[in-house]
């Protein structure tokens, strides 16, 4: 774990992608999508740490479906795991999710690798279904084929935080999605 964290840049001296108000109506929308798809089903949403816990958390409160959430971890080191291309699970879900309906839900999709490692191992578990739900999708960076069935933005290929997104892990907290003024090393 690197002790060199980079400047802090104030939040609110950054420019907004997407303000909370813009936010809260895509998160809205996609529940509301959510709910009348699976009408009368019961669905697993799965979140990915640490990035996904605010849309996930927002996202669960929007879905008028029967619903249960869960959550994983992989291995970050830093941007490291998108350059290397190297994604570890260091959290698995703690319940079942064989046939039952599951969403998995993400920040971002960037280059994809996290989300096609992610649903391989979930189709492992075999589950009736398996959806993706991201916040933000940046369709020019990816590496590996992959789409999300429900997205809020898509975006170009900034570097952003807020909303549950970081930089050095700083920032998860900043209400509005914010785009940093530099893009971090290796993005
Ligand atoms: P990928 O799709 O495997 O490249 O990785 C997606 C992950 O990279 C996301 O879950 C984020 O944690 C991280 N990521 C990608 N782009 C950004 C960004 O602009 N801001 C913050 N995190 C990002």
Known sequence: MSTNLPEFVPPGTMEVLFSKEQIAERVRALGKEISEEYAGQAIVLIGVLKGAAIFLADLARSIEVDNTFDF??????GR??????AVKLIKDIDN????KHVILVEDILDTGLTLSYLRGLMLQHKPASLKIATCLDKPERRLVPIEADYVCF??????????GMDYAERYRGVEDIRIMPENPPGH
């Open 72 to 77: 994983v971890a992989v291995s970050s080191y």
């Open 96 to 99: 079942p999710i064989e046939g």
């Open 154 to 163: 898509k975006i170009p290929n900034s570097f952003v935080i807020g909303y």
């Open 80 to 85: 490291a795991r998108v350059s290397s291309g």
